[in-house]
């Protein structure tokens, strides 16, 4: 038997909506649904702040674990606050 999920999604079909285990709460979902959508807004505006020299672009094998093939683009040098993945994996490790 297949899990049960609930599922938030706004009626123009324009979102992917969201998915979540279990039976939540409308409130609980439109909570986290706004929640995620404040993240990527906040993504959104960073991105198109950022000059193109900003973007690290690189070649990998895989979708889920990445293996480096080459850098295209190294980006400029990242701060101490930086939220990108590679800065983000370095301070889990550390």
């Known amino acids: 038997m297949t899990e049960k999920m609930t599922v938030i999604r706004l009626p123009s079909g324009k979102d992917a909506g969201f998915m979540d285990y279990g039976e939540q709460t409308a409130e609980a979902m439109i909570s986290t649904y706004r929640k995620m959508a404040a993240d ?5 505006d960073e ?12 070649v990998v094998r895989g979708k889920i ?24 994996r370095q301070r889990q490790s550390a």
């Open 65 to 88: 674990v990445e293996h480096p093939v080459h850098v295209l683009q190294e980006g400029r040098p990242h701060t101490p606050d930086c939220r990108c993945v590679c800065c983000f």
């Open 47 to 58: 991105i198109d702040a950022a000059s193109d020299s900003d973007f690290r672009v690189e």
């Open 40 to 44: 990527m807004r906040e993504r959104a």
